[in-house]
Structures are given as structure tokens and as C-alpha cells.
């Protein structure tokens, strides 16, 4: 396994990083996401007809209690992922006070923020991207949707 040191991120975004990650990681399949997902019990809802521009697939988990809804899309091209990642991390990050974490490898990013009762978790790997928001009580079994994901 590879490790590689990462900077903070300081000034104007108040984002914080760890000092090390993974350098790679290998991203999942729409058809992985949705296996793994429903064998948690999760409900999926394929939305790409509402999705802008190069969406190959983007689908919604939902629990059945409806306490979170985690989104998944699949890119044409890892550029597009990253772009989806970098505005949503920015956006979630101008809106919400605090300070959040960013860690990043050769061909992923991921953002992690809890502020004003909400939490956000967002990854891009290649041309796949994982984002959910949702209040802040439901931090430990999102964490165990992605970590089962093997995000």
C-alpha cells in the first residue's frame, strides 16, 4: 500500500486535511453500489433522467425509514466527477461554519463537514461520485453505508 503525506487546506475554506491516506483506490459499479445497498436493506431509485449533461447512472439509496439518502453517479469521464466534487464540497463548505476534512489520493477526493446539526460526506473515485447530507444523528450508519460500500 502507498501513503502520501497531504497539506491542510487553510485560509478563505477552513478545510482541514489528515496527513495520510491512501494514494489509490478502486471505485465501485452502479450494479456494486446497488447489490451492496440493498442487501443493507436500502431502497434504490434510479435518477439519471434528472441528471445533467455526461451521466452515465445516477441512482439514490434510501433506508426504509427515510433518515438518509445517499446519491451515487457514475461519470463519463473521472473529470466529471471531480467537478461534481469540488463544487458540491464548495458549496456545502461556504454555506455551513467550521472547519471540515479533505483527504485526496492519485484518483480520488473526499470531503467530510458536520455543521449546524447537518453532516455531509462526498467522494469521488475516477469517474464515480458518492455524496449524502443529512442530520447530524445519522453520522454512524452513514459511515457504515460507505465503509460496507468500501469507500
Known amino acids: 500500500m502507498v501513503l502520501v503525506a497531504l497539506f491542510a487546506f487553510t485560509a478563505c475554506s477552513g478545510r482541514t486535511a489528515a496527513t495520510t491516506v491512501e494514494e489509490y483506490r478502486t471505485a465501485i459499479t452502479a450494479d456494486e453500489f446497488t447489490s451492496t445497498a440493498t442487501s443493507l436493506g436500502f431502497s434504490i431509485r434510479d435518477i439519471t433522467a434528472y441528471m445533467h449533461g455526461n451521466t452515465v447512472v445516477s441512482l439514490e ?53 458536520t455543521s449546524e446539526g447537518t453532516y455531509c460526506f462526498m467522494i469521488h473515485i475516477d469517474s464515480t461520485f458518492l455524496y449524502v447530507q443529512a442530520n447530524d444523528e445519522h453520522t454512524d450508519a452513514i459511515n457504515d453505508f460507505i465503509r460496507n460500500l468500501g469507500y
Not at 74 to 100: C, I, K, L, P, W
Not at 107 to 113: A, D, R, V
Open 61 to 113: 439509496a434510501t433506508n426504509g425509514y427515510d433518515d438518509f439518502q445517499v446519491g451515487f453517479t457514475v461519470f463519463e469521464e473521472a473529470g466529471q466527477a471531480y467537478t461534481a466534487f469540488n463544487h458540491n464540497s464548495s458549496e456545502f463548505d461556504r454555506r455551513h461554519a467550521g472547519s471540515g476534512t479533505a483527504y485526496s489520493g492519485s484518483n480520488w477526493g473526499s470531503f467530510e463537514k
